[in-house]
């Protein structure tokens, strides 16, 4: 059983494409969405935040403080590296046993993750995918989505490896610029899989 990384850019449609390799009936691990909940439910996690941050990191009934962690972690460095530093092995725990439970019924999985790349998760992983699409297309992509202005986006961009950096680390890249058929891509790359497994 093979595990894939699969990343790219906010706005590059990594989840997108996701959603199509689950049409295939392969499961996706989705890094970003299982941190966000096991900040509330991994004990060990939240005593972690509890212990750096101070209690004010979770609300009276138990959810996180989004606000007040945000404004701690977005312009500092090394507050983020902190908080990373908590959250990125309790991520590797719930992938570990969120594959064991399902590794025997399915030829790869995938583990898609904003921060592949910068994590250094792509090393435990044994292939690895970057979704692509011009600077211009993702911004458009996101203003749309989440109603927030050009500057918020290239904020945030800022702060992701580039394309450039990523493309070297990367084993396949899907080109998703609305040009070229990812459904087409995702098949080609499906089989390369399969054939890995084989
Ligand atoms: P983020 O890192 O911000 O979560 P992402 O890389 O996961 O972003 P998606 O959420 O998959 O990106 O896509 C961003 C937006 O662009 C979504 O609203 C999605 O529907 C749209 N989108 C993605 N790919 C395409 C495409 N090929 N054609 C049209 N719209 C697309």
């Not at 209690?55 to 902190?82: C, P, T, W």
């Amino acid at each position: 059983m093979i595990k894939i990384g699969i990343t790219g850019g906010i706005g590059s449609g990594k989840t997108t494409v996701c959603r199509i390799f689950e049409k295939l009936g392969i499961p996706v691990f989705y890094a970003d969405t299982v941190a966000k909940e096991i900040m509330i439910t991994d004990p060990v996690l939240r005593e972690g935040i509890i212990n750096t941050f101070g209690q004010e990191s979770y609300e009276n009934d138990g959810r996180l403080n989004n606000k007040y962690i945000a404004q701690l972690v977005f312009n500092d460095k090394k507050e983020l590296e902190k908080l990373n530093a908590l959250v990125h092995p309790a991520v590797f725990r719930a992938f570990d046993s969120w594959e064991e439970a399902i590794a025997a019924d399915v030829p790869y999985t995938l583990k898609e993750a904003a921060l592949l790349f910068e994590s250094g998760s792509y090393q435990l992983c044994d292939k690895n995918i970057l979704v692509t699409a011009p600077a211009a297309v993702k911004i458009e992509r996101v203003m749309e989505r989440d109603g927030v202005t050009r500057a918020q986006v290239e904020a945030r961009m800022d702060k992701q490896l580039s394309d450039d950096e990523k493309n070297k680390m990367a084993d396949f890249l899907i080109t998703n610029d609305e040009s070229q058929s990812v459904i087409l891509q995702v098949l080609e790359l499906h089989h390369q899989f399969i054939n890995l497994t084989k």
